[in-house]
C-alpha cells in the first residue's frame, strides 16, 4: 500500500460510519455562466478568446506548433504514443521526440505533448485526467506542455463540463500557464509548472 492508498483509507474509515453524508452545496447555475458562453457562440473560438486572455496559446493546427517551438528553441520533446503518428508528419528531422517520458532526464525534454480530456470555453481552461493523460510527469515538467483537445471535447461552460467529468480520482484543470503571487504579490509564471500553455486543437 502506498501513502496515497494510506490516507484515502483513512479518510474512508472515518466516513464509513456516517449515514447520511452533507448534501451538495445548492447553486443557481444561471447567474455564474458568462453571458459569452450562451447560444450559438463557436465553442472553440470562445475557448481561445478566453485561453489568450490568461496568456495560454491556442494553436488549431500542427505547423502552427512546430513553427511556435522552432521559435521557443524547443527540439527535444516528449508526445503521447497515441497522437505521434498524427503529428510526426508535420515535425522536420531538426526535432527529437520520445513517446517514453525518462523521468531520469526530467531536464532533457523541452516540451511535452499529452491529451487533453476537455476544455471549457468560458474560462479557457484545460482540463486533464489521468485516465487519459499517458503521463502526468510529462504534462507538468517540461516549460511548455501543449494539451492536444478533441473538438467534441469541449465544453461551454463549467457546469457542463463538471457534469461530464466522471469518476476519476485525479483531475487536473489548467487555465493559462502555472502562476503564482505568494512572494509580494508579484506574478511570476512557470514556477510550479509549464510555463508556456498550449491547447492543440485536432479534429
Not at 449515514?19 to 447555475?29: C, I, N, Q
Not at 503521463?135 to 492536444?148: D, E, G, K, M, Q
Request: hydrophobic share 45%; charged share 25%.
Amino acid at each position: 500500500m502506498n501513502d496515497r492508498d494510506s490516507i484515502l483509507g483513512r479518510v474512508r474509515a472515518a466516513l464509513a460510519p456516517l449515514k447520511v453524508r452533507a448534501p451538495l452545496p445548492d447553486w443557481e447555475r444561471e447567474i455564474v455562466i458568462m453571458r459569452e458562453a450562451r447560444g450559438n457562440v463557436d465553442a472553440w473560438t470562445l475557448f481561445a478568446t478566453r485561453m489568450k486572455a490568461v496568456n495560454g496559446t491556442p494553436l488549431d493546427t500542427a505547423p502552427a506548433l512546430v513553427a511556435l517551438l522552432e521559435k521557443e528553441n524547443a527540439f527535444v520533446g516528449y508526445c503521447d504514443p497515441a497522437l505521434w503518428p498524427k503529428l510526426k508528419p508535420s515535425f522536420p528531422a531538426t526535432f527529437t521526440v520520445e513517446t517514453t517520458f525518462d523521468r531520469t532526464r526530467v531536464d532533457h525534454y523541452a516540451f511535452g505533448i499529452t491529451r487533453a480530456a476537455a476544455g471549457i470555453a468560458e474560462t479557457g481552461t484545460l482540463v486533464l485526467k489521468d485516465a487519459s493523460t499517458s503521463s502526468r510527469l510529462a504534462a507538468l515538467a517540461p516549460w511548455i506542455h501543449v494539451a492536444v483537445l478533441a473538438r467534441d471535447t469541449l465544453f461551454h461552460d463549467l457546469p457542463e463540463a463538471v457534469d461530464a467529468l466522471g469518476e476519476d480520482a485525479n483531475v487536473i484543470w489548467c487555465t493559462g500557464p502555472s502562476k503564482t503571487a505568494d512572494v509580494e504579490g508579484i506574478l511570476i509564471e512557470g514556477v510550479h509548472g509549464p510555463g508556456l500553455q498550449v491547447a492543440l486543437l485536432l479534429d
